[in-house]
C-alpha cells in the first residue's frame, strides 16, 4: 500500500442496503464510507447483492455476499407472525435476529478466516447488526489470530420512558419488558473482552457495557448525512405563521397526537402550520383528531413521500416539531439540521444528544401530559419571539457539516482504527 495508515478492513455489514431506510441504511452509508479512508472488502447478506450491484460495486473485488437464507429465511417469516403487524414489535424482529445472526458469522469465518489468519486484513470491523443484544462469535477467533475486531456502533434498548406504558403496549413491545436478559446470553461476555474496541451510539448503550470493558468503547453517534441528499437550506423566515414539519412513521412512540394537541393553539389562531410527512396506523385517528381541534385547515398530511422529495417539503419550515419520546439514533433530527430547520425535541435518547442549546430547542421528558405541555409552551415562546432561528439555523448546518456527514464519520471510525492499531499506551480517541 502507498499510504502505510490505510488499513486493510473487512468490513462485516450483515445489513446493508442504499434503497432501503434505517439501518440498513446506515449499514451501506458508513460501509461505504470507510472505503475513503482504508482498503476496504464488504461482507453482506445476499438480499443486498443485487442493490450493491446497481450501485456499481464489484462482487467479489468490492464486496462479497453471504447466502445465510436457509436459517435467515425461516427465522424472518417466524418474527413477522409473531410481531402481529407491520411496523411493530421492533424487540421481537431484534431477538429473532439474534438466533439467525451467529449463523451469518458461521459462514462469514468459512469464506474468510484463512485469509484473516493469515494477516490479509489489518482489522475486522462489525458495523451492522447495530443492536448490543446481538453478539459476534467470530470475535474471538479474530483475537486468536491476532486481528483486532471493532463492533460498532451498537444503539438500541432505550428504556420506556415512565408514562408511556400504553403507547408500549400499542406497539406491541412487550418483549421490551424483559430486554435486560439479553445480558446473559451466550457470547456477550466472550465478544465484549475480544473486542479491542467497541464504538457506542448512544450514551445509554454506552452505560450498558460492563466497567470492565469501559476502557475501549468511543461514543459516537451512528446516523449522518449525505450532502449531495440534503444540499437545500432553510429560509428561515420569520414571519408568521411559522411553519412546523413533523418526519416519520405516524406510530405512537414518535407522538404525532401529542404534537397536534400541543400546537392547537397556534394552528387555531394561524400563528402556525404543520406538515406532517410519513404514513402508518395512527393516520386515521390523527386526520380525525385534527378535524375536533378545529386545526383541520393547518395541518398538510403528506403521507408518504420518496425519500429524494423530503427535504423539498422540509425546507420550508421553520421548526421540525419531533416530540419522539424513544429514538435510539434520531436521523431525521440530523436530516432537518443539515437543511437549517431548527429542531425541537424530547430531551431524551438520540436526539437529546444530537441538539444543543446552540443549534435547537429540548424540552424535558415526562409523561405525556408533561410532554405536551412543555412542547406547547416551546411553540408558544418561539412564535411570540422567534428571533434566535436564523442563528440556530446556521449553527445547525455547521455542526452536521463537521461532525455528521458520512465522510466524517469515516473519518472518525479511522480515528478507532489507529488506536486499536496503535501500542496500547493511548486512552480511547473522544470523537465529539
Not at 410527512?277 to 398538510?300: C, K, N, S, Y
Not at 403521507?303 to 422529495?309: I, Q
Not at 431525521?332 to 443549534?359: F, K, N
Given at each position: 500500500m502507498d499510504d502505510p495508515r490505510r488499513r486493510r478492513v473487512l468490513v462485516i455489514a450483515e445489513a446493508a442496503n442504499p434503497e432501503w431506510v434505517s439501518v440498513p441504511l446506515v449499514g451501506w452509508s458508513l460501509a461505504t464510507a470507510l472505503r475513503a479512508v482504508a482498503d476496504v472488502h464488504i461482507v453482506t447478506q445476499i438480499r443486498n447483492r443485487d442493490a450493491f450491484l446497481r450501485a456499481g460495486l464489484g462482487e467479489g473485488e468490492d464486496f462479497t455476499a453471504i447466502n445465510s437464507e436457509a436459517v435467515a429465511r425461516p427465522l424472518h417469516k417466524t418474527a413477522s407472525f409473531l410481531r402481529m403487524g407491520s411496523g411493530k414489535g421492533w424487540t421481537m424482529t431484534t431477538a429473532i435476529n439474534a438466533l439467525s445472526y451467529p449463523y451469518f458469522e458461521r459462514l462469514v469465518w468459512q469464506v474468510f478466516g484463512a485469509q484473516i489468519r493469515a494477516g490479509a486484513f489489518d482489522l475486522v470491523h462489525r458495523v451492522t447488526p447495530l443492536s448490543p443484544t446481538i453478539q459476534s462469535p467470530i470475535a474471538g477467533k479474530c483475537r486468536s489470530a491476532g486481528v483486532p475486531f471493532v463492533m460498532g456502533p451498537l444503539n438500541g434498548g432505550v428504556p420506556w420512558p415512565p408514562g408511556f406504558d400504553a403507547e408500549r403496549r400499542r406497539e406491541r413491545e412487550w418483549l421490551s419488558y424483559v430486554r435486560g436478559a439479553y445480558r446473559y446470553m451466550p457470547w456477550r461476555g466472550s465478544t465484549l473482552a475480544a473486542a479491542s474496541a467497541i464504538i457506542c451510539g448512544s450514551r445509554h448503550t454506552q452505560s450498558e457495557i460492563p466497567p470492565a470493558y469501559a476502557d475501549k468503547t468511543v461514543w459516537l453517534p451512528e446516523n449522518a448525512i449525505d450532502p449531495a441528499r440534503f444540499n437545500l437550506v432553510a429560509a428561515q423566515d420569520p414571519a408568521m405563521p411559522l411553519r412546523g414539519c413533523f418526519i416519520g412513521r405516524l406510530v405512537p412512540y414518535k407522538g404525532p397526537d401529542m404534537l397536534l394537541e400541543a400546537a392547537a393553539p397556534l394552528l387555531r389562531d394561524g400563528?402556525?402550520?404543520?406538515?406532517?410527512?410519513?404514513?402508518?396506523?395512527?393516520?386515521?385517528?390523527?386526520?380525525?383528531?385534527?378535524?375536533?381541534?378545529?386545526?383541520?385547515?393547518?395541518?398538510?398530511?403528506?403521507?408518504?413521500?420518496?425519500?429524494?422529495?423530503?427535504?423539498?417539503?422540509?425546507?420550508?419550515?421553520?421548526?421540525?416539531?419531533?416530540?419522539?419520546?424513544?429514538?435510539?439514533?434520531?436521523?431525521?433530527?440530523?436530516?432537518?439540521?443539515?437543511?437549517?430547520?431548527?429542531?425541537?425535541?424530547?430531551?431524551?435518547?438520540?436526539?437529546?444528544?444530537?441538539?444543543?442549546?446552540?443549534?435547537g430547542f429540548k424540552v424535558p421528558i415526562g409523561n405525556r401530559e408533561d410532554v405536551i405541555r412543555a412542547f406547547g409552551a416551546k411553540l408558544e415562546a418561539i412564535a411570540e419571539d422567534p428571533a434566535a432561528l436564523p442563528g440556530m439555523s446556521a449553527n445547525a448546518r455547521a455542526r452536521v457539516r463537521e461532525h455528521f456527514t458520512w465522510p466524517a464519520k469515516a473519518r472518525q471510525v479511522a480515528e478507532v482504527y489507529d488506536w486499536v492499531l496503535g501500542d496500547g499506551s493511548a486512552p480511547a480517541p473522544a470523537l465529539l
Open positions: 400563528r402556525l402550520v404543520l406538515d406532517i410527512i410519513g404514513d402508518g396506523p395512527m393516520r386515521g385517528a390523527l386526520e380525525a383528531q385534527a378535524d375536533a381541534l378545529g386545526v383541520a385547515g393547518a395541518v398538510t398530511f403528506h403521507g408518504n413521500l420518496p425519500h429524494a422529495e423530503v427535504q423539498g417539503v422540509a425546507v420550508q419550515a421553520n421548526l421540525l416539531t419531533f416530540p419522539s419520546i424513544r429514538e435510539f439514533g434520531g436521523g431525521v433530527v440530523l436530516e432537518a439540521m443539515a437543511l437549517g430547520v431548527v429542531p425541537l425535541i424530547v430531551d431524551y435518547a438520540g436526539p437529546g444528544e444530537l441538539v444543543s442549546e446552540e443549534t
